[in-house]
């Protein structure tokens, strides 16, 4: 039989009642419920950590200018600055969450972990985190499935989406795997794994979705930073045995309580926070401009 991924409690339960472990459990599900084969699984996350990698890469390495012109280079920037705010990796775990993001914002290719708009923040930070700790490639896979189980409980209690729960729901879901995949890769356990995860949403509760102009551009690719900041910071709280003190169950039902209770203008819409700023606006008329110039003279109305 395979576990239902419907809370963390029920997940911690069953990997107790069957001695696995967490990633285990994962990789149970796809062969259970989806068919899949254990080989299978294995060659898709690394096929998915390579397509991580190499977003931050070219991210780093290429122009990443969008054509709204909201997105110029940032990542780079950021990784060659001369002044570091706290130490050099932490500067590299800012440029290169920026850095994957970009490159979802110039339309290349990434991973969707869970969404495109969150799809800086597991490759930032678990590139970073190998590099510091000289971790296995497939290490890293296992934090990928400790971050696959996460999401599909959010998924379940709450959301994944912008549209549905707002921000919080992309990058906070995204910090979230990506902290329990950091505590898991340093030899947390169960309980550590969980707190890192309460502790993210704690952190992130609340975060609208605003996106200027309609683009997943501003504030996506700033936040897919900061999300990677909170998702090590709340590892790193979660591995001194540091309680979040609600419980991570209770954690996601209050991110499905607040998305529930948000209102659509702060749902993907576009319509309020900074995208209903003045500076917003006049970038989404500009932006509205640029794409009417473009189109074929037969497809404008008369
Ligand atoms: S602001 Fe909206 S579109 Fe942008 S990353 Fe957050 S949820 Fe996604």
């Known amino acids: 039989m395979s576990y239902l991924f419907e809370s963390f409690s029920g997940w911690k339960a069953y990997c107790e009642a069957k001695?696995?472990?967490?990633?285990?459990?994962v990789i149970e599900y796809e062969v259970v419920q989806k068919g899949n084969t254990e080989e299978r699984i294995w060659d898709g996350l690394l096929k998915a950590y390579t397509v991580m990698r190499e977003a931050v890469e070219t991210g780093l390495k290429e122009e990443m200018n969008s054509r709204s012109g909201m997105i110029?280079?940032?990542?780079?920037?950021?990784?060659h600055h001369p002044l570091t705010v706290l130490s050099p990796e932490f500067q590299k775990l800012i440029s290169r969450a920026?850095?994957?993001?970009?490159?979802?914002s110039c339309m290349g290719r990434v991973v969707a972990a869970p969404t495109a708009g969150a799809s800086g923040i597991l490759p930032g930070t678990l590139y970073t985190l190998q590099e510091i700790h000289g971790l296995s490639d497939r290490k890293i896979l296992e934090g990928l499935l400790v971050g696959a189980g996460i999401a599909l409980i959010i998924e379940e209690k709450a959301s994944l989406a912008g549209a549905v729960g707002g921000c919080q729901a992309e990058t906070g879901s995204a910090a979230a795997m990506a902290a329990g995949a950091i505590v898991h890769c340093l030899g947390g356990d169960v309980d550590q794994v969980f707190n890192?995860?309460?502790?993210t949403i704690q952190c992130m509760l609340g975060l609208v979705c605003d996106p200027v102009a309609g683009l997943v551009e501003v504030p996506c690719v700033v936040r897919n930073a900061s999300a990677a900041a909170i998702a090590n910071s709340s590892a790193q709280i979660a591995l001194a045995y540091v309680s979040?003190?609600?419980?991570v169950d209770e954690c996601v039902e209050a991110m499905g309580e607040i998305g529930a209770s948000m209102e659509s203008r702060y749902k993907e819409t576009a319509m309020g926070g900074l995208a209903a700023t003045l500076t917003g606006q006049e970038i989404a008329k500009r932006v509205l401009i640029q794409d009417i110039e473009i189109l074929p003279d037969e497809t404008l109305p008369e």
């Open 19 to 25: 001695n696995i472990s967490l990633f285990d459990s």
């Open 72 to 79: 110029n280079n940032g990542a780079k920037k950021v990784f």
């Open 98 to 104: 920026l850095a994957a993001k970009e490159v979802n």
């Open 196 to 199: 890192a995860v309460a502790i």
């Open 244 to 247: 979040a003190v609600i419980p």
